[in-house]
Every structure is written in C-alpha cells, then in structure tokens.
C-alpha cells in the first residue's frame, strides 16, 4: 500500500523569498517520488524524481528536493519564487507496477 | 520529441451521444494512461496500458470504453456520459509502467456533458 500526504493546501510567498512545500508519503516497498507541476488549464510537467539514486535531487527551474528515509518526506523548496511559479503543485509516489498515487496538490501563489 | 497530444482540446456533447478522446505519442513509449482530473483535485488513474494491453481500470463505469490501435495512439470512446462526467481527461505515457517510469502527460481534453 501507498499513500501521500501534501501536509498544505496553499502556499503563498513573495516574489523573491523561499519556497516550501512540503509532502510526506508511506508506502510498502522502495518507492520512486514525484513533484510535478500544473498550471491552469494545461497538463502536468515533471519538475524532479527520486529513484533511490542520490537523496538530493535537483529538477527543473530552480527546485530541487530531498529525499529523507527516516522522516517519510520529500519536500520541494526552491531559493527564490518567480511569478511564474504560481501553479499547483502534486507530489506523487509509485512504487507498484502502473499505479502511482497522487497527494492532493498545494496551491503555490506568488505576491508581486 | 517529448509530447503527448490530446484532440479535442474542448468537448461538449449530450448525455446521448458518442464521441472519443485521442491521445498520441511518438516517444517509443509502451505505457499510457488515461487520468480524470476535477477542478481543484489531482488526477484520478482511469486506465492503464502495457504493451498495447489493458492492465489496470480502476473500476470504471462502461459508458468510458479504451482502445490501443498501436503503440502510439490511445483513445477513449465515450457513451451515454452523464454531467458528472464532466473534467479534463488527461492522456500520459511513460518508457513502461514500472512505477519508477517518469510519466509524460498531455494538456487534456476540457469535456463538458449537458
């Protein structure tokens, strides 16, 4: 069994500061971890993954995320947030054939 | 080439009709999927194909009907939908369906049921 949790419905920083969202996940076997992005009205975009490879994965645009055994967690944070950051944000694991199990997505907004 | 189209962007038809989704990809890949994404949730998983295969539907009603002609082509035939129907249905593929596969999605088909 897996599941995954995205611990905040919506984020909202300034343009400039940190980002952090954070997501934690449980599952039965080695799982690979997801972050991918939507903006409105268009199809999601892979940011990074983990696949038991290095623990610090860096993605796409500035984000990157670590991996934490001992905390189940694997929180995306990026330096400094961008207007166009401003999108949902989904954390995902997989770690059965075919099946990936999605958290229930963080709004990111991003103050001028 | 790491696109997934969808055609129709838009879709509205009445709870008698029947239509189709159409999903494509030219990335080699031999796991695509069909989602259901409601506005403000994250996708559902609707069904899986493996090698041109059915290999998970998750319980979904029969008025949804997937084909895979070939490789690279997925459709979802439509029939006597309701307006709960209504969302973006999302086609993606990935290399194969191992889970650790990086899944490649395309911008959906908006479908509205009158």
């Known amino acids: 069994a897996q599941s995954v949790t995205q611990l905040d419905s919506h984020v909202s920083v300034s343009e400039g500061t940190p980002v952090l969202l954070r997501c934690n996940y449980s599952s039965s076997y080695s799982p690979s971890l997801f972050w991918y992005v939507q903006h409105p009205n268009k199809g999601l975009q892979l940011l990074l993954k983990y696949t038991s490879a290095a623990t610090l994965v860096k993605g796409i645009n500035g984000f990157e995320a670590e991996f934490k055994k001992s905390e189940t967690s694997f929180h995306l944070t990026k330096p400094s947030a961008h207007m166009s950051d401003a999108a949902e944000y989904f954390c995902?694991?997989?770690?059965?054939?075919?099946?990936?199990?999605f958290g229930d997505g963080t709004t990111l907004t991003v103050k001028p | 080439d790491t696109e997934v189209t969808q055609t129709p962007k838009h879709l509205v038809m009445g709870m008698t009709n029947k239509k189709s989704l159409k999903c494509e990809q030219h990335m080699g890949h031999r796991a695509m999927y069909w989602y259901k994404q409601k506005a403000k949730k994250p996708p559902e998983l609707m069904f899986v194909?493996?090698?041109?295969?059915?290999?998970i539907n998750e319980s979904v009603p029969s008025r949804f009907s997937p084909e895979c002609p070939n490789s690279s082509l997925l459709n979802l035939h439509l029939h006597a939908l309701q307006p709960e129907d209504s969302a973006l249905y999302l086609c993606?593929?990935?290399?194969?369906?191992?889970?650790?596969?990086?899944?490649?999605f395309g911008p959906g088909t908006r479908l509205t049921v009158l």
């Open positions: 194909y493996s090698y041109e295969k059915l290999s």
């Open positions: 993606a593929s990935s290399q194969a369906d191992t889970g650790s596969d990086t899944q490649y």
């Open positions: 995902v694991v997989s770690a059965n054939a075919g099946k990936s199990t």
